[in-house]
């Protein structure tokens, strides 16, 4: 089954996200920031990170970019509730595989995971 890294500074979001992954069958673990998901990342080479945008000490934006150096193959799903077109842009040129606003719904969620897992 694949490996699915939780990151986001709300721990509700992350201890809900890993709930529902670990129901669907997936190993789950999570991060707080930006910084703790590339230390996971370059240590576990999940197969998705589902990542929000705005964290304290490092953002996923930076942290996109950061994980796709390192491990290129994992997909990346950003997750946020403040996205511009200017940062939109910026996250499709970072190499994220897809993104969903918040509030978001989880079955939507949840198909957006199964389209970007590799085969």
Request: no cysteine; glycine share 6%.
């Amino acid at each position: 089954m694949p490996n699915i890294l939780i990151v986001d500074d709300q721990s509700g979001v992350r201890s809900l996200l890993r709930l529902v992954f670990q129901e669907e069958g997936y190993k789950v673990d999570t991060a707080i920031n930006g910084l703790d998901a590339l230390r996971k990342v370059e240590q576990w080479r999940p197969d998705i990170v589902l990542m929000d945008v705005e964290m304290p000490v490092m953002g996923g934006l930076e942290a996109l970019s950061l994980i796709k150096s390192v491990a290129p193959k994992t997909a990346v799903i950003i997750m946020t509730a403040y996205v511009e077109s200017s940062s939109l842009k910026e996250v499709w040129r970072l190499g994220a595989s897809d993104f969903i606003y918040k509030p978001f719904d989880l079955e939507d969620l949840k198909a957006k995971v199964k389209k970007v897992l590799p085969d």
